[in-house]
């Protein structure tokens, strides 16, 4: 199989050219195992600070959804058993398990953030529950067939898996929880639904989850391994893009609306970064390729970003905040 060239371990910032852009936005599963990484990842800015429409992204999905039965694992098997290290494995099920279990916990939780939402926000958010299902089965399969935990349904396999999963996936899931409580309760409550987006849209999906498809995929791409995992974890990013997308025009409008609502974003950004500060247990990268500098690099981008062409900035308290965060992640 031929991997696409890696383009390197910095930020990319450029925008896509439209001939690149088309070629993302309608290619089919098998064409996506091609896509470089980096080019998917900047397709999550496009159309950024002038985000789509609502009913836009759901015209996206249809013509982006794709079938996890139609990926083969066998040679992932292969590569996973007779070519990865021990070190390897455990870094990569160390990483990628925090996606596995945040895929299936936004599946039961996403729909609570229907209640209080606009008729197209509504139509999207269903859209976005069926990718979240998908993405769930895809990591079931791969767990399966390449790394061979057993488990009686999707739960067993979920409970096999989380003993790898870090505090940097724990903390902000934990949050989105009592969140997703709190919007269950009072729907209509547009300062709770802004710390809900600002958790789950910004955060976990607009920079840990990036962050984690970039270490993984990667390392897949410049080992040439894991070409199903490839495939499925690149198309499941462009899913991304639209979720992204949808989430931070959730943002934008309430912070416009009511610019008092900037607060909100603002203190869950805060809390968020103060949790990311005080992780305690260790993961360790370097056997994917990569180092905790180069990491914190990688979530500042991608929050930097997206914070940036919204025009909402950082929390005032933001370099207090990364002075706390950047020795943990430093491993210092």
Request: aromatic residues 10%; contains cysteine.
């Amino acid at each position: 199989m031929m991997w696409p060239a890696d383009k390197g371990g910095g930020p990319v910032t450029d925008l896509l050219n439209a001939e690149t852009r088309q070629e993302l936005e309608e290619a089919r599963l098998g064409e996506v195992g091609k896509v470089n990484i980096d080019d998917m990842l900047e397709y999550v800015h496009e159309d950024m600070p002038k985000l789509p429409e609502y009913l836009d992204l759901y015209s996206r999905y249809l013509r982006q959804r794709w079938n996890v039965d139609e990926l083969d694992f066998t040679q992932d098997r292969v590569d996973w058993r007779e070519k990865m290290t021990e070190e390897e494995r455990g870094s990569f099920l160390a990483i990628a398990s925090g996606f596995h279990h945040g895929e299936r916990q936004v599946e039961v939780e996403l729909p609570v953030f229907m209640l209080g939402a606009t008729e197209e926000q509504k139509i999207f958010i269903s859209s976005q529950i069926e990718d979240e299902a998908r993405h769930t089965v895809f990591f079931d399969r791969f767990y399966r067939e390449v790394v061979g935990l057993e488990g009686e349904g999707i739960m067993g396999v979920l409970d096999a898996s989380y003993e790898w999963v870090s505090e940097v996936f724990v903390g902000p899931f934990g949050l989105l929880a009592y969140l997703a409580d709190a919007v269950r309760k009072d729907p209509e409550n547009q300062s709770l639904r802004m710390q809900y987006a600002t958790t789950y849209f910004l955060w976990i999906e607009g920079v840990l989850a990036l962050t984690v498809m970039k270490v993984t995929l990667s390392y897949a791409r410049n080992r040439g391994f894991l070409p199903a995992y490839y495939t499925g974890f690149t198309a499941t990013c462009r899913d991304e893009a639209r979720h992204v997308q949808f989430g931070l025009r959730v943002l934008r409008e309430g912070v416009h609306g009511n610019p008092a609502l900037l607060r909100d974003v603002h203190e869950t950004l805060s809390t968020i970064l103060s949790m990311a500060g005080a992780e305690s247990r260790e993961v360790y990268y370097e056997p994917l390729g990569w180092n905790r500098e180069q990491l914190l690099e990688q979530m500042l981008t991608q929050l930097t970003r997206k914070v940036n062409m919204m025009g909402i900035g950082m929390p005032p308290d933001f370099d207090d905040l990364m002075a706390k965060m950047a020795p943990v992640l430093a491993g210092g």
